[in-house]
Every structure is written in C-alpha cells, then in structure tokens.
C-alpha cells in the first residue's frame, strides 16, 4: 500500500488550496497597510512605558493617520474626510483648480484636460454577497470570496 500525500487527499475531497488564513491580520491588506504606516511613522517611541503611554501614543497616531494623513488609496483625502461626507466639496475644489492651470496653460498638460481622482465607492476586506438567496443556500464553509 502507498500513502498519498495529504495534498492528494485534499484535492480529491475536493479540498482548496489556500494559503490565506482567517482572522488573520496579515491578511488584511488595510490592516497590514495601516501598521506599516503607523510603526515607520517618525517620533513612533520604540517602547512604551505604561499603560497609559501607550494609549497616549495610538490615540495621538490614530488621530493624526484619521485627520492629517493623506491616503493614495482615497484620491489623497483624509479617511475622516471620505467618513464624513466632506470628500466631494473638497474634490469639486480641487477639480476647479486643476481647470483653471489648464485655462491658463494648457501647453503645460500634454494628456489633455486633467482630473481629479475620486475615492473608490466602498472598500471591503469580505464583500458581501451579490445575491441574498445565494448566501442562504452557501454556508459558513463552502461560501464566501476565495481570495
């Protein structure tokens, strides 16, 4: 008798291959994303002293990575900015300036008529399903995006 391996046996259960894990940080890409930020962020302490330090320091960076910080994933707006309903008035501003340097020299911009990038509508780590009653009928298991 010869064993398969246990690769083998799981493609023939029917099995797939992933080499993602859930409730794993490191698989969010947002999460992963935001720690790099946050711990290269200069004046980030290498140790925090107390309790107390540390809820001074992330407090002080989850504010200043909400408020201050501009995303390249958001059209370089503020997370609080997209959050609250402020990003349109502020790329609606942007846009006219853009119009305006090109009004005034057009010459400058070789690719034409520039524009101003908007915010992608909705960001998911696990997007709901698309259709209700194909939720229903997959389960916990054998549903959901294979990512």
């Known amino acids: 008798m010869v064993a398969k391996s246990t690769a083998q046996l799981y493609l023939d259960l029917g099995v797939a291959k992933s080499h993602s894990r859930p409730h794993t940080s490191n698989d969010n890409r947002y999460s992963e994303s935001n720690f790099r930020t946050l711990k290269y962020r200069p004046g980030m302490p290498d140790q925090l002293g107390s309790l107390q330090h540390a809820r001074q320091v992330v407090r002080e960076l989850v504010d200043w990575y909400n408020d201050t ?16 309903g402020r990003s349109p008035a502020i790329i609606a501003a942007r846009q006219r300036v853009l119009d305006a340097a090109h009004l005034r020299h057009p010459e400058r911009f070789v690719r034409g008529q520039p524009t101003q990038k908007a915010p992608p509508a909705a960001a998911w780590i696990n997007p709901p399903p698309m259709d209700p009653i194909a939720s229903e009928v997959q389960g916990p298991l054998d549903g959901g995006a294979a990512q």
């Open 69 to 84: 910080h501009y995303h390249a994933s958001l059209a370089l707006l503020h997370p609080a900015d997209v959050h609250y």
